[in-house]
């Protein structure tokens, strides 16, 4: 039997499926992975260190100004076929839950409403010092170039300045989001991993505890990176084909 087969096979006999999402979902909308290079006026920096609190201490224009660029390619972004293919299962009649570490809004804007966001969301936006959430104006957010240095605004409470509200490498995941996320992987039946080098802790542990919550788990990459469980799946390809296909597959138009 081919792997999609199977996933499909495994996919019809359950009810609640948890996906499990990386930046390789939306790598087709045009955002970039983490761990690809980067390119342009950004290329001489590295995302891994750019988006650290060490980093936003010692150059906050700097760091400001690449979340401004981040949100702006994000907004610019639309939801593909993958993002749509997980809102379509849910139409289809399974109990579909989304935790995701990515920091767009894509799920949101393809039809998902209950996404458990486990870093954050570009969105957002709070003082580095008091902790409180800051509204920004449009103005705040409009950037003209990459690259581009832009000071973060003040807060008007403590004057501390703004950071984006996504969590640091190094930094805890809001308790919340972690919560929620543990709470329905291990009541689920089957977790559906997209586009993640599960290599960033303690997301990364997710897939495993579905397992050893006796869960089926698929995953879906361009590489693989399955651990070699007996109850996994693991379908290499574009998540924009492989999901699509998986629905064909299971007759949900
Ligand atoms: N379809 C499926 N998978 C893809 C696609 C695609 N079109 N394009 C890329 N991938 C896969 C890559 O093979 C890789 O395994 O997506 C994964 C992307 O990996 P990362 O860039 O490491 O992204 P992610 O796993 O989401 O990173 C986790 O690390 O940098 C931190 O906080 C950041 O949330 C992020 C976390």
Redesign the pocket.
Known sequence: MTQIRKAADALAAVRRIVFFT????S??SGIP????KLTGLWAKHD??RL?TADAFRENPALVWGWYLWRRQQAMLAEPNAAHYSISRLAKAGWEVSVVT??IDDLHERAGVDAVVHL?GSLLGAKCSGCHRPVALQPDQLSISNEGELVEPPRCNYCNGRTRPGV?WFRENLPDNAWLSAVRLVRTCDLLIS???????RP?ADLPEMAIRANATVIH????D?SMGGEREIMLIG???QVLPELLTRLGVS
Do not use: K, M, W, Y
């Open positions: 990386g930046a390789g979902i790598a087709e992975t983490f761990r690809a995302p891994q988006e570490q990515n870093h969590v997209v586009g993640t080098s599960g290599v960033v997301a879906v990459n361009l590489e990176v574009s998540a924009v």
